[in-house]
Structure formats: C-alpha cells, structure tokens
C-alpha cells in the first residue's frame, strides 16, 4: 500500500514538475503571460508536497527493511547454504554508500532464488528473476537521477528553473515506475515463499 502510495505521489509530483516547466517556458516565450500567483501557487504545492513525500519515503523505508528482513530470514530457512552473507546485511547493505547500489540486489536475488521450489527430483531449479532486476535497475536509476538533480546549482533564470523543472519530473516519474516494479517485486516474492512453505521445499512433476 505505501509503495501504491509512493507511486502516486511521484506522478503528481511528477505533474506538477511538468507544469512549472510549461510555466516557465511561457514565461522565457513572453515575460507578462504569466501571473504571479500562479507561481506561487506552485511553489507552495510542491513545498507541501515533497514534505508530504519525505514523510512518505520515512515510513516506507522502515516498513520495507522490516519484510525485507523477514523474507531474508525465510530465505535462510529454505535455503542456508544459498547466501553469500550474514542476514544482518538484509538491513545494513542499504546504509553502506556506494556499495548500497549492489549489496541490497545481491541480497534480493539470492533471497529471490532461495525461496523458488526445487525440482521435483529435489534438485535446485531458476526461474526468471527479472522481476528483481527490472525494479533494481529502476530504481538505481532513479537515485542516481535524483542524485544529479539535488547536485546542481540553484537556478536563478527562467531557462534554469525550465531545465531543473524537467529534470525534477523525469526524476519522479522513474520513481514512480520504480515503486510499481517494487510492488510486483514484493507480491511475486511473498507467493514464491507462501507456495514454497503450503507446498513444500520440492514442485509437482
């Protein structure tokens, strides 16, 4: 529901980037287009909005390191000769910099292929793990891109706020789609641990 939620927010956030650069771009085009409210009432909406987010993203990232953990450690139950770390590192990975863009994916796809069914013969069986992947490249995106945007220099000009406005939406529209790969992440899973501990360690022929 919070990554629902988190998705959410992102597109309106995402709009209101869009329209502040059109307003902008109006504004470059012809200096007395533009009423003042106008501005501010963008300005304001989207300083409520990213307090809104930030409140948002902290109760999100507590809720997710929690099952993140948890299926962690059903993993480790299945599976405990499938990990390449501690279960400690389901949590601290994240916290690490530079290395949080690999340790969690390392984690979530060791996680991923632990909690698969085995063969009917017992033995180890893949399946696609693009769900992992697809929200992990995503979502690393959409830091990096995020990232850059906080990075740059405060704009003063309408051409600055215009390229800073769109680089802003592109940033919250990849957060968005990553917070939609994330719920499909979690969801996929949750069922491969829920078939896995109902059904047993090995698949029906």
Known sequence: MLLSLEAGVGLLSAGSGIYARQLMEDLIA???????????????????????????????AVVFLIWFHRVRLNGQAFRPDGFSQS???????????????????????????????????????????????????LYSFSWVLRIYVRLQNQPETAEEFSEYF?????????????????????????????????????ATA
């Open 30 to 60: 012809d200096p007395g287009s533009v009423a003042e409210d106008r501005l501010d009432w963008v300005d304001n909406f989207q300083m409520v909005l990213a307090s809104g987010w930030n409140l948002l993203g902290l109760a999100l």
């Open 87 to 137: 279960v400690g590192w389901a949590i601290g990975g994240w916290f690490v910099p530079i290395a949080n863009f690999v340790l969690p994916y390392r984690v979530a796809l060791e996680t991923w292929e632990a909690s698969v069914q085995n063969a009917p013969d017992g033995s180890f069986r893949r399946i696609s793990a693009s769900p992992v992947t697809a929200w992990w490249v």
């Open 166 to 202: 769109a680089l802003g939406a592109a940033a919250d529209l990849s957060t968005a789609a990553a917070a939609v790969l994330a719920v499909l992440f979690v969801r996929k899973l949750t069922v491969l641990q829920e078939v896995r501990v109902v059904h047993g360690p090995n």
